[in-house]
């Protein structure tokens, strides 16, 4: 079986509804991004807990925006829950972002998939994009909803940076369409975890992008 491109958003509050979800769509995933909406519905024990139940990597997306200290605790304390990878906000300045970088692998958001990211994310791609290259995290996150906008990062982004990403389903991104604009990685949401058939959903991804890569 091919390594998968597929990360799953699980954005659901309750626990054992994610840990049931998370297991039976691991075989198809590369990784589980957890979010505000599981980590305060189940506290940060169930990053500990997904790994348990999958062994896949866990992505924190807290999107870390605060001054440096407050960033490093924060991300102190979830690395140590055993996160792999933590996004983090790059407009809040490089002294932020080091913070985390400092303590773990860290990717960082140079636009965000919904329409509003237009108004005053998308005017500062360029800078953003600049800091990636200097800082050299893990990756970024681009919008699977705008595949041009994918390219555009993708032409600027040093090799060896990962481009992730969110959009595809609910939002309407597809996800062939953001691994053919240059996307290493693809995180599904709700077109997952909302389906009567996660495991299908997610094996139905996969195959897409398999087609492509």
Known sequence: ?????????????????????????????????????????????????????????????????????????????????????????????????????????????????????KEFIQPVVDKLIELANELKPFGVIAPATRPERVSYIRSKLQEGIKILTPGVGAQGGKAKNAVKAGADYVIVGRFIYGSDTPREAARGLYEEISEVV
């Open 1 to 117: 079986m091919r390594e998968s491109r597929l990360i799953l958003a699980l954005d659901v509050y309750d626990r054992e509804k994610a840990l049931e979800i998370a297991e039976r769509t691991a075989d198809y995933l590369w990784a589980i991004k957890v979010n505000w909406p599981l980590i305060t519905g189940s506290g940060l024990k169930i990053i500990t807990e997904l790994k348990q139940v999958t062994g896949l990597p866990i992505i924190a997306d807290l999107k870390l925006a605060d001054i440096p200290n407050t960033n490093r605790m924060i991300a102190s304390k979830v690395f140590e829950a055993g996160a792999d990878y933590i996004i983090v906000h790059g407009f809040v300045g490089r002294d932020s972002v080091e913070a985390v970088m400092g303590l773990g692998k860290t990717i960082i958001v140079v636009e965000m998939s919904h329409p509003g990211a």
